[in-house]
């Protein structure tokens, strides 16, 4: 017998507020505590729900839930937003109602400049296993980061979720006001599934990289956009 480390997997209960729907549970995710007020602005920013930071009075972190106050004229809508079932850590899209606006949500305008060498990519694989903190001593978790056309690594964020690491990256972008992107390329530890594809255009990532293999969807989502 030994002692071992395991992810943590726990639920994060997510409500918004407003002044024209009033107070609403919109879901649960599974996700590795930290950076949970990243996640969920990346959360609502993939989602459509909010465009900026100037769509959010105030997010209200609690252990298990986050409450987030929303302006007037965010595009918060219960009937697309609210999701009757539980977020697990292995989708990012499960429990929504229709997917029609997130296969066509468009984010900032991409960077069709924007070129990485595969030196550059084969860098980022050189160091992004020792960036990745909580992977070496779990090896349960994924990894999301962007990398400038030097192979440098900017920001990591690690989660039980691939999704909710992408939140992650793309909340601390979007809660300093760095969105889109530019000039950065986005890493995934996963496989490319189209809910990361669609992540990273809605965080204006001209690029995105995937150790695994990508899906028809994302495939057609990327080739899109």
Same mark, same amino acid.
């Given at each position: 017998? !030994?002692?071992? $480390?395991?992810? +943590?997997? *726990? /639920?994060? #209960?997510?409500? %918004? ?93 991409? !960077?069709?400049? $924007?070129?990485? +060498?595969? *030196? /550059?990519? #084969?860098?980022? %694989? ?93 495939? !057609? ?5």
């Amino acid at each position: 017998r !030994d002692v071992d $480390f395991v992810t +943590s997997e *726990d /639920a994060l #209960s997510i409500s %918004l507020s407003d002044m024209e729907h009033g107070h609403h549970n919109i879901g649960v995710t599974m996700r590795t505590s930290g950076h949970d007020t990243y996640l969920v602005l990346g959360f609502l920013y993939c989602e459509g729900v909010i465009d900026s930071m100037h769509d959010v009075i105030a997010v209200d972190v609690h252990e298990g839930s986050v409450n987030v106050e929303l302006a007037e004229g965010s595009s918060f809508d219960p009937i697309v937003h609210c999701r009757p079932s539980t977020v697990t850590s292995a989708c990012g899209i499960c429990g929504r109602s229709t997917i029609d606006d997130a296969l066509h949500m468009h984010g900032p305008k991409l !960077d069709e400049s $924007f070129r990485i +060498s595969l *030196d /550059a990519v #084969s860098m980022c %694989l050189d160091v992004i296993r020792a960036e990745q903190k909580l992977f070496a001593i779990t090896g349960g978790s994924h990894a999301c980061a962007s990398f400038d056309d030097n192979g440098v690594i900017h920001r990591i964020y690690e989660d039980i979720g691939r999704h909710n690491a992408m939140d992650k990256l793309v909340g601390s972008y979007l809660s300093d006001s760095m969105l889109p992107a530019n000039g950065l390329a986005a890493f995934v530890s996963g496989r490319a599934s189209f809910e990361l594809v669609q992540k990273s255009i809605r965080g204006g990532f001209p690029i995105m990289v995937a150790i695994g293999a990508p899906s028809t969807l994302a495939v !057609d989502l990327a080739n899109e956009h």
